[in-house]
């Protein structure tokens, strides 16, 4: 082999420019990923590189040919360039294999002209020159996938910055719009942020689908920046709601520059979901009053001793029987009567349970105030669960006493209607 092609080299090296040229000249319905190549990074560079490649497996089946393997540097780098360049990787090797078959023809074509009874001795070298593309393909192709990694780790990495940097806010004037600008967002549209339990994050957050949705995994949670588009607000609960991912969203903002206040209220929406009864997905705008309640964890704290520290007082079967019928007649609107088909009991054990909280809270559940207070403070414990066992008797609560007119009569709560 090395004889037949120190006899032919220079005619060999005329025919591999031309037929570097008429590759590079294909047109793209002849060969896609040449067109994708041709598209990226120019034919001049196509051309350019298919001479190369072919002077580069000539030089490697004459290395095989002395006993010596072919040399890779040059394919290491060509994949490490062509990764940073971003050309697929099938484009790449795809013109490894046509230059692989590009130049078996040539050298069929070359031995012929100078003496085609030199033909037969040509063909041993086939398998020769197949693994010489091959090596050529593997290092090209490692090389490429290794800095492929790398860029996409730092890809990652810069995502993750400026989506930090939009979800926290601060910074010099315009760096909102720069970071959106980065990440391919309109300066203005709708948007929204959404925050996952971080109880839920080995699931890992949904990737594809509409809206879009661009993650990013913090330390309080996995937190996602959602453009919405034309889509109403309920997509995310569309998209979140079947993985059964417990999750707070926050309200629509149109600038980027909002997407930080937006970030805070979808924390707070996350920790108004009702957490019991399986995940859920909470709107900010549907959870207003758990929202108020979370976002005052000192006040909240208080809301919970003042209005319904008696209660919390008790054995925890009974605290747990109280606290539960609030709920259920809160949910059902107030009616006796639909608590009890809930809670599977009579009515009258329902409006027996409702007299004795209103005895030990001193609060009528026909007085319209006192329903918000006891609606909050009950959100309240939901959000923060009482403890176990009852805290040490002291003191009577304010709460607990009987509740009295100005006129210092006892105030008689009627019974809650159906």
Same mark, same amino acid.
């Given at each position: ?27 793209p ?33 004459l290395?095989?040919a002395?006993?010596?393997p072919?040399?890779?540097?040059e394919?290491?780098a ?22 692989g078959r ?13 003496d ?7 063909l ?10 091959d090596?050529?393909a ?17 890809e ?12 926290d ?14 990440l391919?967002?309109p ?8 925050v996952l339990?971080s ?26 920046l959602v ?7 309920a997509?995310?609960?569309?998209l ?16 980027p520059?909002?997407l $930080? ?6 924390? =707070? !929406?996350l #920790?108004?979901a009702?957490?019991?009864? &399986? %995940?859920?997905? /909470? @709107? ?5 009053p758990? $929202? ?6 000192? =006040? !909240?704290? #208080? ?5 319904? &520290? %008696?209660?919390? /007082? @008790? ?5 747990g ?5 609030l709920?259920?007649? =809160?949910?059902? #609107? ?10 599977y009991?009579?009515?009258?054990t329902?409006?027996?349970r ?5 005895a ?11 329903v918000?207070e006891?609606?909050?403070?009950h ?23 009987t ?16």
């Amino acid at each position: 082999m090395e004889r037949i092609i120190g006899e032919i080299r220079e005619d060999l090296d005329r025919r591999l420019a031309v037929a570097a040229e008429r590759l590079a000249d294909r047109s793209p319905a002849e060969d896609p990923a040449c067109a994708v190549y041709v598209a990226l990074l120019g034919r001049a560079s196509l051309r350019e590189r298919v001479h190369h490649l072919l002077r580069q497996d000539v030089d490697g089946l004459l290395r095989t040919a002395r006993g010596l393997p072919p040399e890779l540097g040059e394919a290491r780098a060509d994949g490490e360039l062509r990764a940073r360049q971003g050309l697929p990787l099938d484009s790449l090797l795809r013109v490894h294999r046509l230059c692989g078959r590009l130049l078996w023809q040539v050298l069929t074509e070359a031995v012929a002209a100078h003496d085609r009874a030199a033909l037969p001795r040509l063909l041993p070298g086939a398998p020769a020159l197949w693994d010489v593309v091959d090596r050529m393909a593997d290092a090209t192709a490692e090389a490429y996938r290794r800095a492929a990694a790398v860029r996409g780790d730092r890809e990652r990495e810069l995502r993750g910055a400026l989506l930090d940097s939009l979800f926290d806010g601060g910074g010099p004037e315009g760096a909102s719009a720069e970071s959106a600008r980065r990440l391919g967002l309109p300066e203005r549209g709708r948007f929204a942020v959404v925050v996952l339990d971080s109880g839920d994050g080995a699931r890992a957050a949904p990737a594809g689908g509409a809206p879009r949705v661009l993650w990013r995994i913090r330390a309080d949670g996995e937190t996602g920046l959602v453009e919405l588009g034309g889509l109403p607000l309920a997509s995310v609960t569309e998209l979140l709601e079947p993985l059964g991912l417990r999750a707070g969203v926050s309200p629509v903002v149109e600038t980027p520059g909002e997407l $930080a206040g937006a970030r805070r209220l979808a924390l =707070l !929406a996350l #920790r108004a979901a009702p957490g019991a009864g &399986g %995940p859920h997905t /909470a @709107l900010l705008d549907e959870r207003l009053p758990a $929202a108020l309640v979370a976002a005052e964890p000192e =006040l !909240a704290a #208080r809301l919970r001793e003042v209005v319904l &520290g %008696p209660v919390l /007082a @008790l054995a925890p079967e009974d605290r747990g029987v109280l606290l539960t019928t609030l709920g259920t007649w =809160l949910t059902c #609107r107030g009616s006796t009567t639909f608590a009890a088909e809930r809670l599977y009991c009579h009515r009258n054990t329902v409006s027996n349970r409702l007299r004795r909280l209103e005895a030990l809270t001193g609060r009528s559940l026909a007085d319209p105030a006192h329903v918000v207070e006891l609606a909050l403070a009950h959100t309240a414990v939901t959000q923060r669960p009482a403890p176990s066992t009852p805290p040490p008797a002291g003191p009577p609560s304010p709460a607990s006493r009987t509740s009295r007119t100005p006129g210092g009569t006892a105030r008689r709560s009627p019974r809650p209607r159906a």
